[in-house]
């Protein structure tokens, strides 16, 4: 079983940074792809950035350049990092990081589009335009 919990959101003024961090613990396999996604009431969860355990990142067009993932691996414990600069008004939302083994359903890789088995609770993020 992972256990994901993430933390570091909050208020911040367009064009400043913020550090979201997920502390993942639970068998590696089934976190060898972890992301963060995010959602705002009323639209589709978004997937924004995702990261293999051979430190391949992907990221969606809109934080591109500007959003940057991470993992730390310390013990029995990883955390994974989402570090956002040049922050936006449109980057406002619930932010959540998730994780899922490398092949689920015959499906390999870690595209946003894919079901996610293990999820945060959330940590929200406001940008004031």
């Known amino acids: 079983q992972v256990h994901l919990a993430d933390s570091g959101g909050g208020s911040v003024q367009a064009g400043g940074s913020l550090r979201l961090s997920c502390a993942a613990s639970?068998?590696?396999?089934?976190?060898?792809?972890v992301a963060w996604f995010r959602q705002t009431p009323g639209k589709e969860r978004e997937g924004v950035a995702s990261?293999?355990?051979?430190?391949?990142?992907?990221?969606a067009d809109s934080v591109t350049g500007r959003f940057s993932i991470s993992q730390i691996a310390k013990n029995t414990q990883d955390t994974i990092y989402l570090q956002m600069n040049d922050l936006k008004p449109e980057d406002t939302a619930m932010y959540y990081c998730a994780a899922k083994p490398y092949c689920t359903l015959g499906i390999c890789g870690c595209p946003f589009g894919v079901e996610y088995n293990y999820w945060g609770q959330g940590t929200q993020v406001t940008v004031p335009s």
């Open positions: 639970g068998h590696p396999y089934d976190r060898n792809c």
């Open positions: 990261l293999t355990a051979d430190g391949r990142a992907a990221y």
